[in-house]
């Protein structure tokens, strides 16, 4: 239980965090909680699938080699889980009548990414214990958060837009950049204090999540 629980705690925390802060026109708890299942589900399943036949094609064997471990980042593991994500915001969540304001792509991008972020925070913090999860807590799951709320910001902006396509394709390509970067500079470890970029890619996605929350925020038609 006490694995189970820093498991989801920075999850939840997350998730109370953006419903908050959607201040003018609440999302239904029961469309959240499903596309949060969605995340953790399809998300998951379409990520394994996806992963597994690009790190076949790129063909990575070498831990050491900045090439691969790039392709790593960016591809197999940045574009695979951020596509994942894509899609259910964009074939389901996008579509349906709630979606009715820009700061709802923030919030559904979001959920879908925890949903995500919940499941594979269980399986890491099972695996190698609490330690991980803490650690997790403060990076790995926030990461998360920024990566579905800079594309849920552009893909709120698309369901609005005669460029909707720009604009979603946009969201996918920034969760996917800050995503590969993060990880990146976590695969290459092996140079002595490369790690510390990551931590600076992750106080920037931060950084530019408050701004784009505060934006779709101030231009809410349901802002009185």
Do not use: C, W
Request: no cysteine; net charge positive.
């Amino acid at each position: 239980m006490l694995l189970l629980l820093i498991s989801l705690a920075p999850v939840i925390a997350i998730l109370i965090y953006i419903y908050v802060k959607d201040k003018y026109e609440k999302e239904p708890l029961g469309f959240l909680f499903e596309n949060f299942i969605l995340g953790a589900i399809v998300s998951i399943i379409i990520t394994l699938v996806l992963g597994y036949f690009l790190q076949d094609f790129f063909s990575i064997t070498n831990k050491e080699s900045i090439i691969q471990q790039f392709i790593k980042a960016f591809f197999i593991v940045g574009f695979v889980e951020e596509f994942s994500k894509y899609i259910i915001v964009r074939y389901h969540a996008q579509k349906n009548v709630e979606f009715n304001e820009p700061f709802d792509g923030i919030v559904y991008a979001l959920v879908v990414s925890m949903g995500f972020a919940a499941l594979e925070n269980i399986v890491y913090v099972y695996q190698y214990g609490f330690a991980t999860g803490l650690t997790r807590a403060f990076t790995a799951v926030p990461a998360h958060a920024t990566f579905g709320i800079l594309m849920g910001y552009f893909m709120g902006k698309a369901k609005f837009s005669d460029s909707s396509l720009k604009y979603n394709l946009l969201g996918l390509l920034i969760a996917t950049l800050f995503h590969g970067a993060y990880d990146f500079f976590l695969f290459i470890n092996f140079i002595p204090g490369i790690a510390i970029g990551a931590f600076v890619s992750l106080i920037v996605g931060i950084v530019l999540s408050k701004r784009a929350i505060k934006k779709h925020q101030q231009i809410s038609q349901f802002r009185v």
